[in-house]
């Protein structure tokens, strides 16, 4: 009875509450609302912009994520479309303000919210992926924008998941003055598109590389991951735009991310092979060279919820 | 706004404050539902705030169908029974256990609706309730979601079979069990409530190490581990039935 009515009384606060904030909000909104994009040159025609090494927030409204685009002699390529409408269109203007050439390609490296969140404002533009990618993006996307209209709030008003709409795989393809290498991996996801750029030696390695934020494990296959991290060393790039993180022109970033890769994995092992349960797992240390990459502590306990049940399965004997 | 009516407003949100201050009582994680909870699972019985009750797990749930949560009981004799709670879920009690010989600890995974303080409420000999707890939170939606093994379809052949494995420390022991289960809640659509209602560790010579008492927010295909001092009992059976009277039996793999 208390706890009914309490329920009720609760519910009109709620409601006066969030009436009087709302008659604030559109002044705020219309203030704040800006990405501040500002495309950084990294090679001849090509721009990135670096986003915030965070977790999604109502702060950053999910800026939290690299995209990149190439203005060669036919029109401009885009890699990653952000992640959501509001962050596409603010893009396009940005992009607007290097170059009058028309975008005419978008790829996604992946099926990531904030990395195809912004591909309805493409919907004059051919929008491509790797199959596995457009698969992932049609059967997650709804419950992705979901998710993150949920952690960013206004930022994220008025995306709807729009899945790339062409389907490509490794290759070489030409487009004007640039030549660029799709390599079709795995590891993050089922499906990483990294791109190299051929005419400037500028790698874009989607989330396959983190540079000083942790990595993250959602849809993971460490094993593949480390694996694909072998094939980006042997390319000779001269730039490197990691998923998250600042640019490098070495191989520092796929360095850390394998370092952290690789003791996520042998931690996760062990703690399997020493009986450990799960909530005794989220307590073990980061080692203090990996601590010090932002978010190692959340993305481990993250990652323990991802990864974990697979290396204990391995662990019990078999079904009886 | 009439100054009758501002002042009836102001005596409401008065009493409104009051009411939420006395739902929490001495709640030392603040739910609304304290008061409630205590009448309903406690009664009369004298409870406290225990820190020898520890209860583990994350700050935020990021599988909200396979939170993982750890019971660990220490320095505090005559344990009875151990009830398991989670305030704000739709399905408040999560398990009940009473561990006859094992450690008075448990491990398990649960599914959460919604960010909530997920709680263990121990009874000692002398009827008094020991209570230690943690708030979890979570984006939600593990309790009306479809187990996910639904949409596989050969989940009925692999029903009730068991998985295990016993660690062997020096002073302690400790047996993972994974049990094949939807566990469904019966608060998804269409999918009427199916769970695991019972499960019991025997030796050799039939006697009971630790019972259990399962209810719907256990997560899908649970896994269960106990704590034994020195070695665990020879002959270690995991016996069990479900609602529909399923039932489960295999031994523990030594």
């Known amino acids: ?320 | 706004m009439p100054r009758l009516q501002y002042l009836s407003f102001l005596i409401g949100c008065l009493t409104f404050s009051l009411n939420v201050l006395a739902a929490m009582g001495d709640d030392p994680l603040k739910s609304p539902q304290w008061t409630d909870i205590k009448d309903r699972y406690l009664g009369a019985a004298k409870v406290v705030f225990d820190p020898r009750v520890v209860v583990s797990g994350p700050k935020v749930a990021e599988d909200s169908m396979n939170v993982p949560v750890g019971i660990r009981i220490t320095g505090l004799p005559d344990v009875r029974r151990v009830l398991v709670i989670a305030d704000l879920n739709p399905i408040v009690k999560v398990l009940e256990f009473s561990s006859k010989g094992a450690l008075p600890s448990l491990h398990f995974r649960m599914k959460l609706q919604q960010g909530s303080p997920v709680r263990a409420m121990a009874q000692t000999a002398d009827g008094v309730w020991h209570v230690g707890g943690i708030w979890i939170d979570a984006s939600g939606g593990g309790c009306t979601a479809p187990s996910v093994g639904r949409s596989s379809a050969n989940w009925t052949e692999t029903l009730g079979q068991v998985q295990s494995r016993v660690w062997q420390g020096e002073a302690q022991s400790r047996v993972k069990l994974s049990i094949m289960h939807p566990m469904d809640t019966g608060l998804a659509p269409g999918i009427p409530a199916f769970y695991i209602e019972r499960l019991s560790l025997q030796d050799a010579s039939g006697k009971e190490w630790m019972a259990i008492d399962t209810f719907e927010p256990v997560s899908e295909n649970p896994v269960f581990s106990f704590d034994f001092t020195g070695s665990p009992p020879a002959g270690l059976t995991l016996v069990g039935r479900d609602n529909n009277g399923n039932r489960i039996s295999a031994k523990v793999v030594q």
């Open chain 1, 1 to 320: 009875m208390i706890a009914a009515s309490l329920r009720i009384l609760a519910r009109g606060i709620f409601v006066a509450v969030t009436l009087g904030a709302s008659l604030h909000a559109p002044h705020l909104a219309a203030e704040s609302l800006d990405y501040q994009l500002e495309p950084r040159k990294i090679a001849d025609d090509t721009w990135v912009l670096v986003g915030k090494t965070e977790d999604f927030s109502r702060s950053n409204g999910g800026n939290i994520v690299n995209t990149a685009f190439v203005v060669t002699t036919d029109g401009v390529v885009v890699i990653d479309s952000g992640p959501s409408r509001l962050y596409a269109e603010q893009l396009r203007r940005a992009i607007a303000r290097i170059t009058p050439k028309p975008v005419i390609r978008v790829f996604n490296t992946h099926h990531h919210p904030d990395h195809f969140l912004g591909n309805q404002v493409f919907a004059d533009v051919p929008t491509a992926a790797l199959a596995t990618t457009i698969a992932g993006q049609r059967q997650e996307g709804v419950a992705f924008t979901e998710n993150v209209y949920r952690l960013s709030g206004d930022w994220i008003k008025g995306t709807e998941s729009t899945p790339a709409r062409e389907t490509v795989g490794a290759g070489v393809i030409r487009i004007g003055n640039h030549e660029f290498e799709l390599i079709a991996l795995s590891g993050h996801t089922e499906g990483d598109l990294v791109l190299f750029d051929r005419s400037t030696g500028v790698l874009f390695a989607g989330d396959l590389v983190f540079y000083n934020r942790a990595p993250t494990t959602p849809h993971a296959s460490v094993g593949q991951w480390l694996a694909a991290l072998d094939r980006l060393d042997a390319i000779s790039y001269r730039t490197m735009m990691p998923g998250h993180g600042d640019p490098v022109s070495d191989g520092r970033a796929v360095e850390q991310t394998r370092r952290y890769l690789r003791w996520v994995e042998s931690a996760l092992r062990q703690a399997a092979e020493r009986g450990d349960e799960m909530a005794e797992v989220l307590g073990l240390a980061v080692p203090a060279e990996l601590a010090a990459i932002p978010l190692s502590r959340e993305e481990f306990a993250r990652s323990v919820a991802h990864l974990y049940r697979r290396y204990e399965a391995a662990t019990l004997s078999r079904p009886r």
